[in-house]
C-alpha cells in the first residue's frame, strides 16, 4: 500500500539557519503530494502541495519540490524563524482516487533564537 | 461554519465506557474523513464518507469504532467500550469533492483520554 517516510525529530535550529526535512514516499501512479503544518496547539494546516513530477510548491518562504525519479518531496526553507516552529507532515493522495491522505510520522521543529 | 469544528476538545473517559465524538464539516463539502493521531504516531486514516456513505471503513481498528453521517453534514465517531489504547487525538476533514488536487481541510481535533 501506500506510505509515507519522513525524517524523525525533534530537529532543532537557530534562527535563520537552512532547514531540510525529508520525506520519500512509495505509490503507485503520480499521487498528488502535501505538506501540512501543525502549530502548537491548532489543527493542521495545508502548506504546500505539488500534483505532477518536477512541480515545485511553496509558501511562506517553504518549498518542497516533486521528484518522481527519487519518489522525494523535501521541505525546505532557507531562513528558518522562531514562528515556524510546528510539527511538519508530508502526505500524498493516491492518483485516480478520492482523497484518502496517507501521512508521514510527522518531523517536530523547533527554532531558537 | 468558517472551518470544520470537532466536540469535545477533549475528553477524558473510564474504560470501559462508550463515547461520541462530534465533526461539523465545512458547509457544502461532500467529503468527510477521520484520521487518529496518537502519540509518537503519524495520522492513522479511519474511514471515509462521501455524503451520508462511507465507501471506505478500512482503518477502523475494530468493531467497537463506529461512524455515521447524517444529512450530508454532521458526522459522529463512536467509540464503545474503550480501551487505554484507543486515547489519542481524533481528527476530522473535509473537502469539497473528491477530487486528488483537492485540499482536505482539518479540524481542531478532539483530545480522548481513556483511563
Known amino acids: 500500500g501506500d506510505s509515507v517516510t519522513q525524517m524523525e525529530g525533534p530537529v532543532t535550529l537557530s534562527e535563520e539557519a537552512f532547514l531540510t526535512i525529508n520525506c520519500t514516499y512509495t505509490?503507485?501512479?503520480?499521487?498528488?503530494l502535501f505538506w501540512y503544518v501543525q502549530y502548537p496547539g491548532e489543527g493542521l494546516q495545508l502548506l504546500l502541495k505539488a500534483t505532477k513530477a518536477d512541480d515545485k510548491g511553496s509558501n511562506k518562504g517553504f518549498e518542497a519540490t516533486y521528484r518522481k525519479e527519487t519518489t522525494s518531496f523535501h521541505l525546505e526553507k532557507g531562513s528558518v524563524q522562531v514562528s515556524d516552529s510546528a510539527v511538519y507532515f508530508c502526505a500524498l493522495i493516491p492518483s485516480g482516487g478520492y482523497q484518502k491522505v496517507t501521512f508521514g510520522i510527522g518531523t517536530k521543529l523547533q527554532v531558537i533564537p | 461554519g468558517a472551518g470544520v469544528s470537532q466536540s469535545p476538545s477533549n475528553k477524558v473517559t473510564e474504560k470501559g465506557k462508550d463515547v461520541e465524538l462530534r465533526c461539523d464539516p465545512i458547509s457544502g463539502h461532500t467529503a468527510l474523513y477521520w484520521y487518529r493521531q496518537s502519540l509518537g504516531q503519524g495520522l492513522e486514516f479511519l474511514i471515509y464518507?462521501?455524503?451520508?456513505?462511507?465507501?471506505?471503513k478500512s482503518g477502523l481498528p475494530s468493531d467497537r469504532f463506529s461512524a455515521e453521517r447524517t444529512g450530508g453534514s454532521v458526522s459522529t465517531l463512536t467509540i464503545q467500550r474503550t480501551q487505554q489504547e484507543d486515547s489519542a487525538v481524533y481528527l476530522c476533514?473535509?473537502?469539497?469533492?473528491?477530487?486528488?488536487?483537492?485540499?482536505?481541510?482539518f479540524g481542531q481535533g478532539t483530545r480522548l483520554t481513556v483511563v
Open positions: 505509490a503507485t501512479g503520480y499521487p498528488s
Open positions: 464518507f462521501q455524503g451520508n456513505s462511507a465507501p471506505d
Open positions: 476533514a473535509s473537502s469539497p469533492d473528491t477530487g486528488g488536487d483537492t485540499e482536505a481541510f
